[in-house]
């Protein structure tokens, strides 16, 4: 059986502490490659920026990441540069990666967008989609899944596969998902 066949499609993690939401970002994070998009959909708290300051922390950022809802786009230099875009405010994150915006930041670096589902259609196919709901007070469900089927996909499937359960964060499945979170160590 081919290795590609064993990979991840989706994984899903349910995280009890913000600090946990992060290191599943942290460790998605240090297994990054150039050109890596990211596309991340929630309500509003569910993580999504917790994720991503995780991630900075696994492509060797040192500055502090904050939301980039009022500005158009933050970078953070790292061992990939990292591009974090939001799109909550639809219009001008479309005009900038309809200009080019996406193909300036994405060949060298990483590049992060929260609300993506808003721009999806501007959006190369090739992606990691991750979605976010609270699962309770500080519990979030995080679910990670490769969108696209070329090379890239397939590192992401790789990726993914590679995640495992950790303190503070449990894998679940979507049928029978489990209703709470997992034990703090």
Known sequence: MAADSMAAEMRSFLTDSQAATEALGEELGRSLFPGALLVLD???????????????RGLGVVERVSSPTYALL????GRLELAHLDAWMEGRERAFLLDGGLEALQPGGVTVIEWGERVLDVLPPTRLRARFEHAGPSARRIRLEVEGRDAASARWRALLAGLAAAP????FSELGAKDAPPAAH
Request: hydrophobic share 30%.
């Open 168 to 171: 503070g964060r449990a894998e």
């Open 42 to 56: 929630g309500q509003l708290g569910s993580g999504k920026t917790a994720f991503v300051r995780g991630l900075a």
């Open 74 to 77: 933050q970078t953070y230099p």
